[in-house]
């Protein structure tokens, strides 16, 4: 974890608010290459606004944003979008391109950023559907599919530009149990398939044991809590364990007044 | 307000910032694929409304200006006034208004809609520049073929006045356009057009600006259209008034 030439993004001192509203208040974490490392934390707590600073989205109010040791925070938009590039984002709901059909969702990176042929697109089109087992649902438009179809889309146009890291925001909220499974190995076999580092926010914990190489937790703004999966099961910080126990009676609900 | 203004600005400069960087690496700044399909929604398609409103705002201005003039004898000042009125003011104006309605209504519902359900956040997190993508084929689309539009709003006004101008006054067509040409200037046919020119542009921007700062859901994008619609024809009535200051200040007399 330490070394840094093994890290692929780091988050140094990171603090965000909206006006008076404190988001993140000093995150510190660091990403191992190469690791699946799951980020917990409750809703609404600013897991998905970590996403969102890594890929440059959102400026952090001070601190530094590090994807492979080049500070992304106050990068032009130029250099910018040429890290993008390189990170695969995939959204909670989808956020697929309506009016476009699946192909021309997965097909709209590669005509618009590389200056690959017609033939190579296709190629690389049908390879990623074929990687997530959805072939057949090429030429179909986003709103003919369900939401699991539509996650698994969402995946393929995540890993379309082969990047080196992928960010996965709550992938397997509201599917059932079975796609939420498959959701899971597709994550793990996708990352593993194409080598890359795979970032994923959530709040289920079945999901997060079974996908993580290590995990983090968000907590009031910090992250308090970075280990592997084992030594987070048990773990004796009382925030951790009554998150994974899921109790209502125990520090997370004092410490935020809401219910 | 001031604070709008500044976005709007800010949103010109960097999209036309975004398709610099395009061009710099020696690809075209847009599709044409959506360029085209804009230009046919907004030009093409309004053409019905624009030709329908203008017709009857001709031929009914002819009818009462007719009318109140035929009491002093002047009724063959019609074909210039109608000329006139609409080359340079109300072919501008009343196109502006009904492309705000029309286009400017869908751009900001359509651009709303994307932003609620994230997917100009993910065009951004592919690093594809969203206002050169998205922005800049519907701003020029506006922006070139609102000119477009204007002309066929000046010629159907004039068709309607003339037909009514026949029917009411005994003035013969062709007198209608000799009489209608030799009293419109050059000057006010460049007024039409910069002004034309300038209401496409307002009214894209402002659409554009609407839709991709849109928060808060449906609701929000309600909101947005209804605000857009009415920003674009305030805009477009308070610059049209502002160029008809400078013009008749700086070259009327």
Redesign the interface.
Known sequence: MNDAEKTIVELRDVHLAFGDNEILSGVNLAIPERGRVVILGQSGGGKSTMLRLILGILKPTSGGVLFKGHDITGMKRRRLNQMRQRMGMVYQYSALISSLSVRDNLSLPLEELTRKTRAEIDKAVDEKLAMVGMTEARDKMPSELSGGMRKRIGLARGIIMDPQLILYDEPSAGLDPVTSSVINELIISLSDAIGATSIIVTHEMESAFKIATHMAMLFQGRIIASDTPENFKSSTDPVVAQFISGDTIGPINEGTAKP | MLQHMSSIVWLLIHTV??MG?RVARGRFPFRLSIFFEQTERTGVGSIPLVSLVSFFIGLTMALLTGYQLQTFGQERLVPALVGIAFTRELGPLMTGIMVAARIGAAYTAELG??TV???V?????????PLR?LVSPRVLAVFLLLPCLVVISDVTAMTGAALISRWAFDIPFRSFFDIALENVLIRDIIAGTVKSFLFGLIIGLVSCYKGLSVRGGAAGVGDATTSSVVTSITTVIGFDTLCNIVIVALFDK
């Open positions: 910032e975004e960087d809609t994307m359900s994230e997917e956040e993910a065009i951004e997190a592919m690093g594809i520049g993508f």
